[in-house]
Structure formats: C-alpha cells, structure tokens
C-alpha cells in the first residue's frame, strides 16, 4: 500500500488548498490539541472540508493529539469520543512527543482503507465482472494501489515546509 500524507496542521492559510488534496481521499486524520479547546472547536469545519471533497465512503479518524500533557487538558477523553459516536469516526488519542498511539492510528485508518477497497474488489467479482478482464479488477498476485492522487510534478507540489 501506499499512502500519502498530507499536513496543513489546522492553519485557516491552507484552507483554500486544502479541498485539492482531499480530492480523491479515501482516509483522513482529523488531529486536534486536548490541550486546545479551539482546536477541537475547529474539527467540524475541517470535518465537513473532507466530507465535502473527499471520496464518499472516506473514512475518517478523530485524532486527539497531547495527550501527555493530561494537566493542562481542556478536551477530555469523553468530548472526542462523543464526537466521533456522533459523526461515525474511529477516535484515538496520541501523544506526538513520546510517540504513544501515533502508530496504531496510522495503521489502524490503513487497515481499514485496505479491507473496504478488498470488500470493493469482491463485491465486483461478486457482480459477475471476471477478474482480469474488466479494467481496475485485481488478478490473484497483483498489488492494489489505494493511491488516488495522480503524482504530482515539481512545479504541483505545495511549496512550503511539510512535516
């Protein structure tokens, strides 16, 4: 699998860029600070940005980030789980600093593209398509792509520093 990962760290400045790269999206990491109500204030607006570009079956993943700064926590454990039970997400906190929970959010949102595009996959050879001859069907061997952005050139790329 390959997938790419881009970052606008919440900055109302990429908002005008960010709809093109949501374009084609089959997953998305909606990150805000526990210890930053405004930040949490913000994930329905980036919430609706994705469910209005992305790919109609993305799935998406709430993301608290900090959390081991627990003492200076101004969204609790329960706000983000409310949440994401609301609007359908999966939800996980992380800590970026001690690197607590960033993997398994990764692979868990991973996991899940990998197993809805295999449920694609068999649901159109389960439709009668033979495999091999209808074009994007996968023969037994060859890999699946989840990448859905075209690759950029140079001149496309954002320019800017990415983390």
């Known amino acids: ?87 359908g997400l999966a939800f996980i906190e992380t800590s970026a600093l001690d690197a607590t929970g960033v993997d398994t959010a990764f692979q868990r949102i991973l996991q899940e593209i990998y197993k809805m595009q295999m449920k694609k996959q068999l649901k159109k050879v389960a439709h009668g398509e033979e495999m091999g001859q209808k074009q994007g069907s996968v023969s037994r061997g060859q890999a699946i792509s989840l990448q859905t952005h075209s690759e950029q050139t140079a001149e496309e790329q954002p320019k800017g520093g990415c983390c």
């Not at 980036?46 to 790919?55: D, Q, R, S």
């Open 1 to 87: 699998m390959k997938a790419q990962i881009w970052d606008t760290a919440g900055q109302e400045r990429y908002r005008s860029i960010a709809s093109s790269y949501y374009r084609g999206a089959v997953g998305a990491l909606l990150v805000y600070d526990v210890t930053d109500r405004n930040s949490f204030n913000h994930v329905p607006m980036w919430l609706k940005e994705v469910e209005e570009n992305a790919e109609k079956d993305c799935l998406i993943m709430l993301v608290g980030n900090k959390m081991d700064l627990n003492e200076h926590r101004t969204v609790f454990v329960r706000d983000g789980r409310s949440f994401a039970r609301k609007n």
